[in-house]
């Protein structure tokens, strides 16, 4: 498991957790981003400025300080909506 | 009848909105473009409808305990149709708030705009099964180039006289027997009058803040029920309800996208190449550096072209009317302020003030500006801010006030107060019309740029100091970055018609009563001792000629009366040739950064209070005389 702001450009990557609470959480999934989610890293701006990542052909730019709070995982594995809570909470 | 435009940003409402209303609503390329609601009224099949274009949102949940203006009006307004505008090439988020605002059970319609984006990006929609899916019309539009619009208001029309609602969408089983229960709990208290139960029941297990406060202000016993069915939801599903209820209306939302969408190849235009360049991160910092140079010398270049034959067509049409009348005479004065407001205005102003517009509604319409506050967030993490901020400030430069009253698009209090307040020190296009008109025109365009520069310094600090002074965390950037349009001719016309027509409107007028008024004061000999008040700045800290005393205190009202006034004050346009270039750069200086005008200043205090709008005026005051003293001592020290 590793943070969206570690993944590098043009990486794949699945969201498995939002971490910072409610608020934050809501916001980005106005934005269209969930849990269990796609999105592919286009852009890394310089000097530790956000990420830009594209998710459901819409593109959106990421603080730095957002995007360490998204964790995700790279290797695919699906974990459906409901019913895989060990899996989410075994990665904790 | 009165129809609600209602949708995500940037899908298009306001573009629909003014194809009925005439260019009303400013349309922009960047989320949250709309700030409050413009209403019209429109004839569609002989009937009169009122409609009303609201500010965009993403979902109905509002991230504060104050609900912004379009979740207020969809709650509490009485209408008779939703119209919600969808972005076709974003199905999937979009349809996250259709499912939302079928909730109300309102008469609604679909108008699934951007017909040509999607079509470009390779998505084929079969329109009639999304209508079968949502069980309300879908109509399709390009309201770029005003298709569909016609039948789009003909059929909410009919949608609308037969009142039919929408129905609610079903979600997960779990879901639904959550919501269920929470509606039972709610039962035949009106807990929130008019808004129908289920709505209020799927909000308060997402936590909604505003409608929470206003659920359980009426019903306090309901908070404990609530959080029971919301805690087993969250013990079936691993996370709190709130996800789990979103979760499951996302997964409704792409289910439904999958049923009607086609994909094909897209094809890989120009834009998305040069896209690729501007976000770069070796080359996206270079080019935004070239565009904004571009930028101030295409204004620049205009600018000078045109203000010198008007400059001389304005001196002689003042002495053709100065001869009319016995020299001396009030009737004389008031003819020439006369002459002076109304000359001024198209000699002085508006060669710098159209190219200017135009520049900025252009950066506006391409949709450079969330670009830049994608590339610029490293920096204003500097200063304390994140790359949002970058918009109001960036909107500054061409009137403070509507760009104040952006600062509604950051999420935190802290930032939308710092923002407010630096906007207020940017130089709107009423100060660049001084710093055009005295500063690059008498001594080059370089100094021009050394102010902007200065200026863009002098906000940095500022913001570093507020930044420490202030307490409260910020979420910190998130932003989408929409498609790159090319910007089209009739609204980009349309839009710098709007911000002039302010212009003639309100600063015209009073750009003549004020030169009358100067006059008539001159003539008095009443200005002398205003003057003569003003003089220990004026003449003994910044060193300038007496007479433009008065000049500043008219500043107050709008900033480019300060040029006027002075052209009128030492009866020249050739500025030049009574100040010095020392006096011309210390007087730019002041003027730039003294006491935003009044609008402003009413803006500020409604974002920041009558106590905050006033410390910031009193600010503004003592960095004007630090940086024109400074500036008057360092040009003195190296020329
Ligand atoms: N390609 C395309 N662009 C559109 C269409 N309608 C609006 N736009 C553009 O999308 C942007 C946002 O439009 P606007 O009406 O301000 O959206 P609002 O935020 O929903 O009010 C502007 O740059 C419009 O020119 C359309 O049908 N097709
Ligand atoms: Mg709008």
């Given at each position: 498991m590793m943070t969206l702001d570690a993944v590098g450009i043009h990486r794949e990557a699945r969201v498995i957790m939002i971490d910072g609470g409610q608020k934050i959480r809501s916001y980005l999934n106005t934005l269209g981003i969930h849990i269990g989610d796609w999105l592919t890293v286009v852009q890394r701006a310089p000097f530790r400025g956000p990420v830009l990542v594209e998710i459901h052909g819409t593109r959106v730019a990421l603080g730095r300080g957002v995007a360490s709070k998204i964790q995700v995982d790279m290797d695919g594995v699906v974990r459906q909506l409901s019913g895989t809570m060990e899996a989410v909470g075994a990665g904790k | 009848m009165r129809f609600v435009l209602a949708g995500q940003p940037n899908s298009g409402k306001s573009s629909i909105f003014n194809s009925i209303a005439g260019y009303r609503s400013a349309t922009a390329n960047f989320p949250k473009s709309s700030i409050s609601f413009t209403t019209t009224k429109a004839l569609i099949a002989g009937r009169e409808v009122e409609v009303v274009d609201l500010p965009g949102i993403?979902?109905?949940?509002?991230?504060?305990?104050?609900?912004g203006p379009a979740e207020r009006y969809l709650l509490d307004e009485k209408y008779d149709l939703i119209i919600n505008v969808v972005d076709a090439s974003r199905l999937g988020r979009s349809l996250e708030l259709t499912f939302q605002l079928l909730e109300f059970n309102r008469p609604m319609i679909v108008a699934l705009n951007m017909m040509d984006e999607a079509r470009r990006r390779g998505s084929e929609i079969d329109h009639q099964e999304l209508s079968r899916q949502l069980g309300v019309p879908v109509v399709t539009t390009t309201s770029r180039l005003g298709m569909g619009l016609k039948q789009l208001f003909r059929e909410g029309l009919r949608h609308a006289v037969f009142a039919v609602p929408a129905v609610s969408p079903t979600y997960d089983r779990e879901v639904e027997d959550a919501i269920g229960r929470v509606v039972t709990l709610i039962?035949?208290?009106?807990?929130?009058?008019?808004?129908p139960a289920r709505l209020v029941a799927t909000k308060l297990l997402e936590s909604d803040p505003h409608l929470s406060l206003r659920a359980y202000r009426l019903a306090p016993d309901l908070e404990a029920g609530v959080a029971e069915v919301g805690s087993l939801l969250e013990s079936t599903h691993g996370w709190s309800a709130d996800q789990v209820v979103s979760g499951s209306r996302h997964a409704l939302a792409h289910a439904v996208e999958e049923r009607v969408v086609t994909h094909q190849r897209p094809d890989v235009g120009w834009r998305d190449r040069v896209d690729l360049l501007l976000l770069n991160q070796w080359t996206g910092g270079p080019l935004m550096v070239a565009i904004l140079a571009g930028f101030f010398w295409a204004v620049f270049g205009v600018g000078r072209r045109v203000e010198a034959p008007l400059g001389e067509a304005f001196n002689w049409l003042q002495g053709s009317v100065a001869d009319q009348f016995v020299p001396g005479s009030l009737a004389a004065t008031v003819a020439d302020g006369l002459v002076m407001g109304l000359g001024g205005g198209v000699a002085i102003v508006l060669p710098y003030l159209i190219p200017f517009l135009i520049g900025l509604a252009i950066l506006e319409d391409t949709g450079y500006l969330p670009r830049l506050a994608y590339i610029l967030d490293s920096f204003m993490h500097r200063i304390g801010l994140h790359g949002k901020s970058v918009l109001p400030l960036i909107l500054g430069y061409g009137c403070s006030v509507p760009a104040i009253m952006s600062t509604r698009i950051l999420e935190s209090e802290k930032d939308r107060r710092i923002t407010a307040a630096l906007t207020s020190f940017i130089p709107c296009s009423a100060r660049t019309v001084v710093i055009f008109g005295l500063v690059a025109a008498f001594m080059g365009p370089l100094w021009a740029l050394a102010i902007y520069l200065l200026n863009i310094f002098v906000v940095v600090v500022l913001g570093t100091v507020m930044a420490k002074w202030m307490k409260g965390a910020s979420p910190g950037l998130v932003l989408e970055i929409p498609e790159l349009s090319l910007p089209d001719l009739k609204t980009l016309s349309a839009k710098t018609w709007l911000a002039l027509k302010e212009f003639i409107v309100i600063a015209w007028p009073l750009l003549i009563a004020s030169s009358i008024v100067l006059g008539v004061l001159e003539w008095a000999h009443a200005a002398d001792s205003i003057n003569a008040l003003l003089s220990p700045i004026t003449v003994w800290l910044l060193g300038l000629p007496v007479a433009v005393g008065m000049t500043l205190v008219f500043g107050v009202l709008r900033k480019e009366l300060t040029l006027v006034m002075l052209v009128q004050a030492l009866g020249t346009t050739e500025v030049n040739t009574v100040m010095t270039t020392q006096q011309l750069l210390t007087f730019t200086l002041f003027v730039v950064f003294y006491v935003p005008c009044i609008a402003t200043i009413a803006v500020l205090a409604k974002q920041l209070g009558w106590r905050g709008a006033a410390m910031i005026s009193g600010i503004t005051v003592v960095v004007a005389m630090i940086v024109s003293v400074a500036g008057r001592i360092a040009y003195g020290l190296f020329s």
């Open positions: - | 993403y979902s109905l949940t509002s991230s504060d305990a104050v609900a039962d035949s208290r009106d807990s929130v009058p008019g808004v």
